[in-house]
């Protein structure tokens, strides 16, 4: 396993997963517009929610690729990272739409799993990661937002616990 690789990764995944949350506190509600437009999916749900906006999506990119370039991995890592956290993130959204499970409400795994598997799974392309490296990433990141995610609460830096 290469720590200092997954370490590395695994502040990229903070970065891509908490830059959306920083420029909702920083923002408020200015250039918050919904990815999905409030269009509904063919059930009558959200596609993603209100909660998943184009501004958190540029942000998340633009910081984790910005912050990839200071590490030393490039850009191209922090953008491949940061694209496939936001893909996680709405695909844990899009399936809880489904599940009926209103908008920033936990469903613990779901909400970690994909916005961690899905960036770890894509860096393969670009850096030597093998199957050991992405599950204990995929670990270190759900047991760290489990536990961080309270803290961040209490702190006033997120509007959920979770």
């Known amino acids: 396993m290469q720590g200092s690789l997954l370490l590395q990764l695994l502040i990229l995944l903070v970065v891509a997963n908490g830059t959306a ?5 920083l923002l408020g509600v200015a250039f918050a517009r919904p990815l999905d437009g409030g269009a509904l ?4 749900q959200p596609i ?3 909660s998943k906006t184009i501004r958190g999506i540029v942000v998340s990119v633009l910081a984790t690729s910005i912050c990839a370039a200071l590490m030393g991995l490039g850009w191209e890592v922090g953008t491949l990272v940061a694209t496939f956290a936001m893909a996680g993130d709405l695909f844990s959204s ?8 209103a908008s920033s409400s936990m469903a613990i795994g779901l909400d970690h799993i994909p916005e961690s598997l899905f960036p770890l799974l894509a860096s393969r392309l670009l850096l030597p990661l093998n199957i050991l490296d992405i599950v204990a990433g995929v670990m270190i990141f ?3 937002a489990l536990i961080l995610s ?10 959920e616990p979770h």
């Open 94 to 101: 899009f399936v809880k739409r489904r599940l009926h499970l």
């Open 41 to 44: 999916f063919v059930d009558g």
């Open 48 to 50: 993603f929610g209100p």
């Open 150 to 159: 309270p803290l961040l609460f209490k702190l006033n830096l997120r509007d």
């Open 21 to 25: 949350v920083v420029a909702k506190k």
């Open 142 to 144: 759900v047991v760290g």
